[in-house]
């Protein structure tokens, strides 16, 4: 549940809260037509999922292996690779059939999962089946497509140490997170990517066979069809899988030990952050930590926005991200200013987080944003797609099914005292890294 939010849109943002309330209403009224959630036991380590909805002639479709790219193993097997080079072979003709029925499949890993998303009209699920057999069990892979990958990372890599953007996360993360641990691994240099088409098998195989995968559909199908596909469509699974180490170490940026900083060249602009350790979702603190991000660096006429744009016109933008991972990670706000007024920023950030720590919210900006947080839940769930994969993203998190709405409940019936006591307790301006990139 990782989110960066620019706050910009003018006087639509004063309406906003209303619209979302009437949003929401609209939804929690329609919740009790709203189709609910199948599961069923595909195979002793293979659930099924599904969420019918007929009123479009469209499928989607999940496959989810309990796999990622935080893993030990899945690092030195060069599992990225392994799984998404299945749907490319040396004369193309996986991509074609793909292009012949109009059909969107796409295979990624995040950290600790592996997922093929497909999409394709119903008339077509079972044309759609075959064809994710085909690439879950292709064998003539195309090497070339690793060599290619492997170009792609290295100029995206080398473009990114231009952008202070990237420059910036990249010195929060390494700043907050210890060495080792596989979260830097998106803020370093790309490593070698496995060519190795033997080797590549063997860890795809591997991945499809793990225990704990999943089978999941949404849209125009029901409970029979949906059996059907999910029927014989992966391999057996293994018996006896390893036990995978993540690495994740809890953050600690150190605050008090000073600051991170660079200077690029090129720039007329100078990018600001402030770092500190974030919060998992299982926090307690987590819901008032909704509410407190919201006021502090959400909107148009957030706190920091007040602070750095209406009262002086440092800046046209800030924003606010928090990684949601299963032990803390970074949580930064940044924003950007004109060369050389660095310290006039920094001093307004500052004196808006000690008043922030020390005087909390009002009972109105509470109520905003509670506004906010409730109404934003119906824009979140607009299809069956939607709703599948937020029920998956809450899997993954440990969540039941509607976790998400839930903490934005608890959030909502937190008193003003309570916010204010988070407050208090998390966003003293000593509890952050000052991190910058500048102009050489």
């Known amino acids: 549940m990782s989110g960066r939010r620019w706050a910009g849109c003018g006087a639509l943002c004063r309406l906003l809260p209303a619209l979302m309330v009437v949003a929401g209403s609209i939804l929690v009224a329609q919740g009790a037509e709203r189709a609910e959630f199948e599961t069923w036991s595909v195979d002793p380590h293979t659930t099924g999922v599904l969420l019918a909805d007929h009123r479009a002639p469209v499928v989607e479709v999940r496959l989810e292996f309990p796999v990622g790219r935080w893993s030990d193993w899945a690092r030195a097997a060069g599992a990225v690779e392994a799984f998404r080079i299945q749907r490319f072979d040396p004369e193309r003709r996986l991509l074609r059939q793909s292009d012949e029925l109009a059909v969107d499949l796409r295979l990624s890993v995040g950290g600790r999962h592996a997922l093929l998303w497909a999409s394709a009209l119903s008339r077509d699920l079972d044309r759609l089946r075959e064809l994710i057999v085909e690439v879950l069990g292709n064998r003539d892979l195309d090497r070339a497509q690793v060599t290619r990958w492997s170009r792609e990372a290295k100029i995206g890599w080398s473009s990114n140490q231009k952008l202070p953007g990237?420059?910036?996360?990249?010195?929060?993360?390494?700043?907050?997170?210890?060495?080792?641990?596989?979260?830097?691994?998106?803020?370093r240099e790309p490593r070698k990517l496995q060519r190795n088409v033997t080797a590549l098998l063997e860890t795809r195989d591997e991945i499809l066979r793990r225990p704990g995968r999943l089978i999941a559909l949404a849209g125009d199908v029901d409970r029979a069809a949906a059996e059907r596909f999910a029927s014989g469509l992966l391999p057996a699974p293994l018996e006896d899988a390893p036990t995978d180490s993540l690495g994740l170490q809890a953050a600690d940026c150190r605050a008090g030990e000073g600051e991170?900083?660079?200077?690029?060249?090129?720039?007329?602009?100078?990018?600001?952050?402030?770092?500190?350790?974030?919060?998992?979702?299982?926090?307690?603190?987590?819901?008032?930590f909704l509410i407190a991000d919201h006021v502090l660096a959400g909107h148009f006429r957030s706190r920091l926005y007040d602070a750095l744009r209406h009262d002086g016109g440092e800046t046209y933008g800030v924003n606010s991200s928090a990684d949601a991972d299963p032990v803390p990670g970074v949580y930064r706000v940044r924003t950007f200013t004109r060369a050389g007024n660095e310290a006039v920023v920094t001093r307004k950030v500052r004196s808006a987080l000690t008043r922030f720590a020390a005087e909390g919210i009002a009972e109105r900006e509470r109520a905003e944003a509670v506004s906010f947080l409730l109404g934003r839940l119906a824009f979140r769930e607009q299809s069956p797609g939607d709703r599948m994969a937020r029920y998956l993203s809450e899997r993954r998190q440990?969540?039941?099914?509607?976790?998400?709405?839930?903490?934005?409940?608890?959030?909502?019936?937190?008193?003003?005292?309570?916010?204010?006591?988070?407050?208090?307790?998390?966003?003293?301006?000593?509890?952050?890294?000052?991190?910058?990139?500048v102009p050489r």
Do not use: K, M
Request: charge should be negative; aromatic fraction near 10%; include cysteine.
């Open 166 to 187: 990237f420059v910036v996360e990249r010195l929060a993360h390494e700043r907050c997170l210890a060495e080792g641990d596989p979260r830097l691994d998106g803020w």
């Open 260 to 288: 991170e900083s660079a200077a690029l060249r090129g720039l007329t602009q100078s990018t600001l952050a402030w770092a500190r350790p974030a919060l998992t979702l299982d926090d307690p603190r987590y819901p008032a």
């Open 398 to 437: 440990g969540l039941e099914p509607g976790g998400f709405a839930r903490l934005r409940e608890r959030a909502a019936a937190l008193s003003l005292d309570e916010v204010n006591a988070f407050i208090a307790e998390f966003y003293h301006p000593d509890s952050f890294v000052p991190i910058r990139v």
